[in-house]
């Protein structure tokens, strides 16, 4: 077990529609990270949080948006679903936001458009 | 893009055989960490080594790092059944983004 807690593990939601993934950091983390996994493009960073800042930006789409909140733990809203936004969604956090730092993974959120 | 790339994309070895996987990446970076993930599951956190480091080990992994090559390689020894997953590497460039990019990983199968 990472301590990094996602919700919901699994989603099933139809096109068009908006959907919010939430992570609780390991205790004491201060950056989270999100990543989206498909079959066909791999693992992409989509963006960073470090203490309820933006702190680098990746592959994000303009229908995707995320926020940390003062209680560390954050949320990936992703809206306007398409079918190939199916895939798993990793948060990820480590305790700074420097590069020596490990980061640790939660175990996914199951995103299904249909 | 993926700044990391490994290879190969898929290798199956007999249970007591040594691994091998290589990763490739593009800029310079500050470190290189190495990561396994279960299917389906989340990734896990085996081994860092910097820049700075040419050889690392933790158990029955082996790291080595060329940042000449720009290349890293783990090395699994005397697998086991249970090493059987998906190996990615991944970087932190020294532009200061503090992103981790990931490769495109290694799926390992380890036949018992």
């Known amino acids: 077990d990472s301590g990094v807690t996602q919700t919901p593990k699994h989603l099933i939601t139809a096109t068009g529609q908006r959907v919010t993934l939430r992570c609780s950091p390991r205790?004491?983390?201060?950056?989270v990270y999100w990543y989206q996994q498909s079959l066909d493009q791999g693992l992409q960073f989509l963006i960073q949080?470090?203490?309820?800042?933006?702190?680098a930006k990746g592959n994000i789409l303009e229908r995707f948006s995320a926020q940390q909140f003062p209680d560390l733990h954050s949320e990936l809203n992703l809206s306007s679903l398409e079918l190939g936004d199916s895939a798993l969604y990793f948060c990820a956090s480590s305790a700074g936001s420097n590069s020596g730092n490990t980061i640790y993974f939660g175990e996914g959120s199951w995103l299904t458009v249909v | 893009s993926q700044q990391g790339e490994e290879d190969p994309q898929a290798l199956s070895i007999q249970e007591g055989e040594n691994a091998t996987m290589n990763c490739s990446y593009k800029?310079?970076?500050?470190?290189l960490q190495w990561y396994r993930q279960n299917s389906g599951r989340g990734l896990v956190h085996l081994i860092l080594i910097r820049s700075n480091e040419r050889e690392k080990h933790s158990g029955r992994l082996r790291v080595t790092l060329d940042t000449s090559k720009k290349s890293s390689s783990l090395l699994i020894t005397a697998s086991r059944a249970a090493d059987t997953a998906s190996y990615f590497c991944?970087?932190?460039?020294?532009?200061?983004?503090?992103?981790?990019?990931f490769g495109t990983g290694t799926r390992l199968k380890v036949l018992a």
């Open positions: 205790s004491g983390d201060l950056s």
């Open positions: 800029t310079s970076i500050n470190n």
């Open positions: 991944a970087t932190v460039s020294i532009s200061g983004t503090y992103k981790y990019i």
């Open positions: 949080y470090y203490n309820g800042e933006e702190r």
